[in-house]
Protein backbone atom coordinates (compact mmCIF):
# COMPACT_ATOMS: atom_id res chain seq x y z
CA UNK A 1 0.00 0.00 0.00
CA UNK A 2 2.96 2.65 0.86
CA UNK A 3 4.87 1.62 -2.27
CA UNK A 4 1.93 1.91 -4.32
CA UNK A 5 1.36 5.69 -2.96
CA UNK A 6 5.53 6.30 -3.19
CA UNK A 7 6.35 4.62 -5.40
CA UNK A 8 8.74 1.13 -5.03
CA UNK A 9 11.76 2.68 -5.68
CA UNK A 10 11.27 5.49 -3.03
CA UNK A 11 9.88 3.17 -0.60
CA UNK A 12 13.19 1.04 -1.21
CA UNK A 13 15.52 3.92 -0.60
CA UNK A 14 13.73 4.82 2.26
CA UNK A 15 14.22 0.86 3.80
CA UNK A 16 17.88 0.97 2.88
CA UNK A 17 18.23 3.83 4.77
CA UNK A 18 16.74 2.70 7.86
CA UNK A 19 18.67 -0.11 7.97
CA UNK A 20 21.60 1.98 7.89
CA UNK A 21 19.88 3.98 10.40
CA UNK A 22 18.85 1.29 13.01
CA UNK A 23 22.61 -0.11 12.34
CA UNK A 24 23.88 3.27 13.18
CA UNK A 25 21.84 3.31 16.78
CA UNK A 26 22.78 -0.30 17.53
CA UNK A 27 26.64 0.97 17.07
CA UNK A 28 26.06 3.62 19.32
CA UNK A 29 27.57 3.47 22.87
CA UNK A 30 24.43 4.24 24.59
CA UNK A 31 22.17 2.49 27.27
CA UNK A 32 20.69 -1.30 25.69
CA UNK A 33 17.21 0.09 24.63
CA UNK A 34 18.89 2.07 22.39
CA UNK A 35 20.00 -0.84 20.53
CA UNK A 36 17.12 -2.73 21.10
CA UNK A 37 15.42 0.11 19.23
CA UNK A 38 17.82 -0.54 16.37
CA UNK A 39 17.32 -3.85 15.94
CA UNK A 40 14.01 -3.29 16.03
CA UNK A 41 14.43 -0.10 13.00
CA UNK A 42 16.41 -2.86 11.09
CA UNK A 43 13.50 -4.93 11.19
CA UNK A 44 10.87 -2.75 10.06
CA UNK A 45 12.79 -1.41 7.65
CA UNK A 46 14.38 -4.48 6.27
CA UNK A 47 10.95 -6.28 5.61
CA UNK A 48 10.06 -4.95 1.82
CA UNK A 49 13.27 -5.09 0.79
CA UNK A 50 13.15 -8.20 -0.50
CA UNK A 51 9.63 -7.90 -1.68
CA UNK A 52 10.37 -5.02 -3.47
CA UNK A 53 13.77 -5.80 -5.05
CA UNK A 54 12.10 -8.44 -6.38
CA UNK A 55 9.35 -6.75 -7.98
CA UNK A 56 11.50 -4.03 -9.80
CA UNK A 57 13.82 -6.62 -11.44
CA UNK A 58 12.48 -6.27 -14.44
CA UNK A 59 12.87 -2.58 -14.43
CA UNK A 60 16.39 -3.08 -13.33
CA UNK A 61 17.64 -6.12 -16.27
CA UNK A 62 14.94 -5.97 -18.39
CA UNK A 63 12.02 -7.87 -19.06
CA UNK A 64 13.73 -10.51 -21.25
CA UNK A 65 16.26 -11.45 -18.37
CA UNK A 66 14.13 -11.03 -15.51
CA UNK A 67 13.07 -14.23 -15.18
CA UNK A 68 16.35 -15.84 -14.46
CA UNK A 69 17.82 -12.57 -12.52
CA UNK A 70 14.76 -13.16 -10.12
CA UNK A 71 16.39 -16.87 -10.25
CA UNK A 72 19.63 -15.61 -8.96
CA UNK A 73 18.66 -13.00 -6.90
CA UNK A 74 16.74 -16.01 -5.02
CA UNK A 75 19.30 -17.84 -4.67
CA UNK A 76 22.20 -15.71 -3.59
CA UNK A 77 19.31 -14.89 -0.83
CA UNK A 78 18.99 -18.46 0.54
CA UNK A 79 23.48 -18.35 0.23
CA UNK A 80 23.66 -14.81 1.97
CA UNK A 81 20.94 -15.99 4.75
CA UNK A 82 23.13 -19.13 5.31
CA UNK A 83 26.71 -17.04 4.99
CA UNK A 84 26.21 -13.70 6.31
CA UNK A 85 24.80 -14.56 9.88
CA UNK A 86 27.26 -17.34 9.82
CA UNK A 87 30.33 -15.44 9.53
CA UNK A 88 29.08 -12.33 11.93
CA UNK A 89 28.73 -15.27 14.58
CA UNK A 90 32.16 -16.38 14.10
CA UNK A 91 33.44 -12.64 13.83
CA UNK A 92 31.56 -12.16 16.80
CA UNK A 93 32.72 -15.20 18.93
CA UNK A 94 36.52 -14.33 17.89
CA UNK A 95 36.06 -10.82 18.88
CA UNK A 96 33.78 -9.26 20.99
CA UNK A 97 29.76 -9.12 20.71
CA UNK A 98 30.83 -4.77 20.75
CA UNK A 99 31.63 -5.54 17.33
CA UNK A 100 27.95 -6.11 16.25
CA UNK A 101 27.07 -2.77 15.98
CA UNK A 102 30.22 -1.25 13.53
CA UNK A 103 29.26 -5.02 11.40
CA UNK A 104 25.65 -3.89 11.10
CA UNK A 105 26.98 -0.32 10.32
CA UNK A 106 29.55 -2.13 7.31
CA UNK A 107 26.61 -4.29 5.96
CA UNK A 108 24.30 -1.53 5.88
CA UNK A 109 26.58 1.04 3.73
CA UNK A 110 27.63 -1.84 1.92
CA UNK A 111 24.07 -2.55 1.04
CA UNK A 112 23.27 1.30 0.46
CA UNK A 113 26.21 1.09 -1.53
CA UNK A 114 25.34 -1.89 -3.93
CA UNK A 115 21.65 -0.88 -4.47
CA UNK A 116 23.15 2.76 -5.64
CA UNK A 117 25.34 1.21 -8.14
CA UNK A 118 22.96 -0.87 -9.38
CA UNK A 119 20.79 1.29 -9.72
CA UNK A 120 22.75 3.43 -12.22
CA UNK A 121 23.51 0.18 -14.05
CA UNK A 122 19.79 -0.30 -14.89
CA UNK A 123 18.38 -0.96 -18.76
CA UNK A 124 17.93 2.41 -20.40
CA UNK A 125 14.78 3.32 -20.49
CA UNK A 126 13.42 1.83 -17.45
CA UNK A 127 12.12 3.56 -14.11
CA UNK A 128 14.57 2.18 -11.56
CA UNK A 129 16.55 4.01 -9.22
Avoid: K, Y
Amino acid sequence: MVAERLGSARVLRGSLLGMAGGAVLVALPAPGWVAVAGLLVVGFAAAPVFPLLTLSTPERVGRDHADRAIGLQIGAAGLGAALVPAAVGVLLARVSVEALGPTMVALAVALVGLHAAGARQAVPGSRAG
